[in-house]
Every structure is written in structure tokens, then in C-alpha cells.
């Protein structure tokens, strides 16, 4: 009778031991800021603070958005979970970019955007967000002419 209760303590545990093994630190002045991907528009930086955004597993990123940023709307293949840090950060619902129609997340506000949901979002002052899912993160917009990497002009020569 005492297997089951020690069998099922362990499977409990086990978990547990594992994340104890893997784990993060970062203070705020150690983050690293690079521009953000060329999927998103100009003017934004990111720091990654855990796993890999583009593969197929956890991640933990922070962005930077400098006041009056705009983020047309969009979809992503899996769920996105967005954490506002600071400033403030505005996200409407739906395939028309619509300020009236979105709300305002101030600090620790949270926002969750299902798998393929249309969204758009916009700051009204330098905001910094924390996104966090499981990877891939990637951004299809609605429109694809709001796409920042269809809209690369090439140089004249």
C-alpha cells in the first residue's frame, strides 16, 4: 500500500527537482536590448530573458516601445501572453486598427491573445512589456501590406 503513496510523492517531486536545476536571473541593468525583428515595426527593441522565441519551447522576452508605437493587427500561431512592466500599453480586438475600441493596460495589467486572434496594440508613452508562450513567436498581419518586411524599399542607384 505504501508504493502508490511513494510512486505518486515522486512523480510529485521529480518536477520540482528539475526546475530547481534550470533556472534564470536577471537583474534589470544586466538586460541586453537589440532592435526587435524585422516582423515588427521600427523603434522597438527586445531582450530575451529566457529560451528561444523562435523554437518550439518556452521563452520569456521583454520589449521596449517608444511613445505613439503602433503594432497594426495581427495573429500569431500560438497563444501570447503580454505583461505590462511600464508605461502604458493599448490593445484592441479584430482585423481594423480602431484606438476607440481598445483598452488601456497600465503597469501590471495582463493581456492573453489565443492562438490566431486578430489583435492590434499601441502606446501612448515609452511602455515595456513582458511577452511570454511557447514558441514559435511569430507575427502574420492581416494586411500583408502593414508588413514591415514587405515594405523594405531597396537603395537607387
Known sequence: MRTPAIAALAFAVLPMLALADDHVVV?????????????????????VLSGNPGADSPY???????????????????????TVLSGAFHVGMGDKFDMKKGETLRVGGYFRAEKDMQHYAW?????????????????????PAD??????TSEKK
Open 147 to 152: 508588413d514591415p518586411r514587405n515594405n523594405k
Open 123 to 143: 502606446t501612448s508613452a515609452p511602455t515595456v512589456i513582458q511577452i511570454h508562450g511557447r514558441g514559435p513567436l511569430v507575427i502574420t498581419y492581416v494586411n
Open 27 to 47: 537583474q534589470p541593468g544586466a538586460l541586453k536590448w537589440t532592435p526587435a525583428p524585422a516582423g515588427l515595426p521600427e523603434g522597438a527593441q527586445i531582450s
Open 60 to 82: 520569456v522576452v521583454r520589449a521596449k516601445l517608444p511613445s505613439g508605437y503602433k503594432i497594426p493587427p495581427h495573429t500569431h500561431p500560438t497563444a501570447e501572453n503580454v
